[in-house]
């Protein structure tokens, strides 16, 4: 079997060199074939990631998400069991009010400003929306406590649209890779919904999400275990020989995914 080789930088340089030829995508030094290739693997490793958060319906998608802000989904999930069981609807959960959803929330980071959250958002959804989840992002970012990356999620689990909810993870890979760098979150997005395939767009931030949280980690990427490291072009790069293309373990993405 043939001997990996761990790179020096005097070889990735040069191998930066020999590539800058090739036809880059729009904003991203990768080709329209690279990128096939990338999320081909990716979804061969796993075909069909999923989210963590437990939900009924979009309104306690919505709910659920929000309050997953710095909290882990698993506490979310522990919280929300409950609370869902007796407020499903944005009117049951303002005929609970405020100070039992604090009670039901409680366990959860930052629990007195979500749970105004919560309360603020049934009433927003009730008054000008009918009562139902709108299906727009420039809508649902008037909810209070709905923020881009939030309205990203939800369009994706709730209404099954193709979007970018740009985590730590996906802005760290984005931009080591080269893959669609930007300074701000927000161009990252904009850029991957631009370059990757479209068949692939649907799971496309999930797989990144994983990727970056169990192979291409902050500290340290984990280089020779990557099945794209022929590929990819990160000066940090370490290794450059694709690790075995096998489906894995089913590891699950959760809204909440700092970590
Ligand atoms: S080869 Fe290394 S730097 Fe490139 S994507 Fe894989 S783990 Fe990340």
């Not at 075909?47 to 919505?62: A, I, Y």
């Not at 909290?71 to 499903?88: E, H, I, P, Q, S």
């Not at 931030?205 to 902050?218: D, Q, T, V």
Request: aromatic share 6%; hydrophobic share 40%; charged share 25%.
């Amino acid at each position: 079997m043939a001997n990996p080789k761990i790179k020096s930088s005097a070889q990735i340089a040069k191998k930066s060199n020999a590539t800058a030829g090739r036809k880059p995508a729009a904003k991203s030094l990768y080709s329209k074939a690279d990128l096939e290739e990338i999320f081909r693997r990716f979804s061969i490793q796993r075909p069909e990631p999923k989210g963590e958060l437990e939900h009924v319906n979009p309104f306690t998608l919505v709910v659920a998400v929000a309050l997953s802000a710095q909290a882990t989904d698993a506490g979310v999930n522990k919280a929300t069991r409950a609370l869902f069981a007796v407020a499903d609807t944005p009117q049951k959960m303002l005929d609970l009010g405020e100070e039992r959803i604090r009670e039901y929330i409680k366990t959860i980071g930052l629990y007195r400003n979500k749970a105004k959250n919560v309360v603020a958002l049934s009433e927003k959804l009730i008054t000008d929306f009918g009562g139902e989840v709108p299906r727009t992002r420039e809508e649902l970012v008037t909810l209070p406590g709905v923020g881009r990356k939030t309205a990203n999620v939800v369009l994706s689990m709730a209404f099954g649209q193709a979007t970018m909810a740009v985590d730590t993870h996906i802005f760290r890979i984005a931009n080591r890779l080269l893959l669609a760098p930007g300074k701000t979150p927000d161009e990252v997005e904009q850029r991957l919904m631009k370059i990757v395939p479209d068949e692939y767009l649907y799971h496309a931030h999930h797989w990144l999400i994983l990727h970056g949280r169990y192979c291409c980690k902050a500290r340290k990427p984990e280089c020779e275990r990557c099945v794209i490291a022929d590929i990819c072009r990160s000066p940090e790069k370490t290794w450059d020989i694709p690790a075995p293309l096998v489906e894995l373990p089913a590891q699950i993405v959760g809204a909440n995914t700092s970590s």
